[in-house]
């Protein structure tokens, strides 16, 4: 985090012919909403929490996001700025629990120079689970992608939960975007790139989406929909595809249930709650939908379809060939679910979670064929990893494929040495973005010396693609060509069709 400078000393270097320590230290640009002051950090400047929307509170809540207005003076851009409400999350990239607001909508852009260069652009949208996270996570930070790549990097916030997904267009006609404003939020600052970008030594006709989990869902999302069009040029989406959306009535059902656990009955009452009220609603929904047999294979409040930007289903839009332009890479870590399931799993639980998935014992009797020195545990493992991330991922690239796509298939194969966590999910972040030495990563890495070689390796190669170039061989369905990440890493052929096989008809 970064200090804050006095205004006077910054308005004071707008007069000035030659630059001078205040300029440097403290950077000033011009968007077109106004002045916003950086600060210059291990030779990168960094500008933080610019507003690319208008507070989404009091009558803009559950609507899409407007225009800010300008600002006649000089914003401080250098500290970061609130996440968007969210219940605590237990910390996998964040050790305290965020600062939050209503008033969320920033983002923070990191370049080497606010000048006149057009490097290319990496948007980074964080995971959470469409529920937390916020752009400010140390992991995220783009200054190696700055140093080492002369890429800008901009990590962006967007609505959260019950305030950025619930689907209440049913209930009020004027909020007929209400399930999917979070994604709009992206969109919104999709177009301040657009915009702002050059100002700050940017190229808006070089922009790569990126993100992880919920991120990665996004992605897949964007890439899904004609709304986000024109916005971005490469994509790449790690762990999580286009299986992530909800059926409108679905949404809706969860919608009628959070009026109730508020104990309103009209959304003008939901619009004068208090957010951290509505966190609280939020929880007792998904205490009500655990009881339910609703078989989602997902969260309350995730986006829905049947609007603006998915008009009709994610799936089907893909299989149309939206997107499948965008060169895209994508990827999964072999163990994404140890991260969520914790001690021993038994034969009701592994039962239970395959009924979740719509699924019974034939996909259980392919996995144990499949995996024969596997215990239930591992077992669960496997089968989480897969309906979550891996099949999901398999569908896209199958979908994609019949349109002449271009992708690049990895794998994240490392594994933590604390304890049963493997290569599990989350884990390649701080390898991609060679931040292994930021806060919170040892505790997943775990003991001995940081494997820097094999985050350098990620890290360019995350690099060549944003820049626009190839960064191994490409993935076909013929040649199913995959990356895998490790202490070697090694281009191998993905030999899934058994896993597919088992999951058709379910996934």
């Known amino acids: 985090h970064f200090a804050r400078s006095t205004f006077l000393d910054s308005v004071s270097t707008l007069t000035k012919e030659r630059p001078t320590m205040s300029d440097i230290e403290h950077p000033i640009v011009l968007t077109t909403q106004g002045r916003v002051m950086g600060k210059t950090k291990a030779g990168v400047q960094l500008y933080c929490a610019i507003p690319y929307a208008a507070p989404p509170v009091g009558e803009l809540r559950f609507q899409a996001p407007q225009p800010v207005d300008p600002w006649d003076d000089i914003h401080?851009?250098?500290?970061?700025?609130?996440?968007?409400?969210?219940?605590?999350?237990?910390?996998?990239?964040?050790?305290?629990?965020?600062?939050?607001?209503?008033?969320?909508?920033?983002?923070?852009?990191?370049?080497?120079?606010?000048?006149d260069s057009a490097r290319p652009v990496l948007v980074w949208i964080h995971g959470g689970g469409y529920r937390t996270g916020r752009s400010s996570i140390p992991w995220y930070n783009g200054t190696s992608f700055a140093q080492r790549g002369d890429i800008v990097t901009v990590s962006i916030n967007y609505r959260l939960g019950a305030l950025g997904f619930a689907e209440l267009s049913h209930l009020d006609g004027n909020l007929d975007t209400s399930g999917v404003n979070g994604l709009l939020d992206q969109i919104k600052a999709l177009e301040w790139v657009q915009d702002n970008i050059r100002a700050f030594g940017g190229d808006p006709s070089r922009v790569t989406i990126a993100g992880e989990s919920a991120g990665s869902f996004s992605v897949s999302t964007l890439l899904g929909s004609k709304r986000a069009e024109g916005l971005f040029h490469r994509a790449i989406a790690q762990s999580g595809a286009a299986h992530h959306t909800m059926r409108k009535t679905d949404a809706q059902a969860i919608s009628n249930q959070l009026l109730i656990e508020a104990g309103v009955s009209h959304v003008s009452d939901l619009q004068a709650r208090g957010a951290g009220d509505i966190l609280k609603d939020q929880i007792r929904v998904d205490r009500w939908l655990e009881q339910q047999s609703m078989n989602l294979g997902m969260s309350a409040f995730y986006p829905s379809e049947g609007n603006v930007v998915i008009p009709d289903t994610l799936l089907g839009a893909h299989q149309?060939?939206?997107?499948?332009?965008?060169?895209?890479?994508?990827?999964?870590?072999?163990?994404?679910?140890?991260?969520?399931?914790?001690?021993?799993?038994?034969?009701?639980?592994?039962?239970?979670?395959?009924?979740?998935?719509?699924?019974?014992?034939?996909?259980?009797?392919?996995?144990?064929?499949?995996?024969?020195?596997?215990?239930?545990?591992?077992?669960?493992?496997?089968?989480?990893?897969?309906?979550?991330?891996?099949?999901?991922?398999?569908?896209?690239?199958?979908?994609?494929?019949?349109?002449?796509?271009?992708?690049?298939?990895?794998?994240?194969?490392?594994?933590?040495?604390?304890?049963?966590?493997?290569?599990t999910h989350a884990l390649e972040i701080p390898f991609a973005f060679n931040t292994l030495e930021a806060a919170g990563v040892r505790e997943f890495v775990g003991p001995g010396d940081l494997p820097s070689h094999v985050a350098l390796e990620m890290h360019d190669r995350w690099i060549a693609f944003i820049k626009g170039d190839a960064p191994w061989a490409q993935y076909s369905l013929s040649d199913p060509q995959r990356m895998h990440f490790d202490e070697q890493s090694t281009l191998q052929l993905a030999n899934e069709e058994g896993r597919s096989a088992a999951w058709s008809g379910v996934r």
Not at 83 to 100: E, K, L, N
């Open 76 to 115: 401080d851009g250098t500290r970061f700025g609130p996440a968007a409400p969210q219940t605590a999350s237990g910390g996998m990239t964040d050790r305290v629990d965020p600062v939050w607001n209503e008033d969320c909508l920033t983002l923070n852009v990191c370049t080497p120079m606010a000048d």
């Open 320 to 423: 149309e060939g939206q997107g499948a332009s965008i060169p895209l890479m994508i990827g999964t870590n072999k163990d994404e679910a140890s991260l969520f399931i914790m001690g021993q799993v038994d034969e009701a639980a592994l039962d239970r979670q395959l009924q979740g998935f719509g699924a019974g014992s034939e996909l259980k009797a392919r996995y144990q064929a499949m995996f024969p020195d596997f215990n239930l545990t591992q077992l669960a493992t496997e089968l989480s990893t897969d309906f979550m991330f891996k099949i999901p991922t398999l569908r896209l690239l199958e979908q994609r494929a019949k349109h002449g796509s271009e992708d690049y298939v990895y794998q994240f194969d490392w594994e933590s040495r604390q304890g049963h966590l493997k290569a």
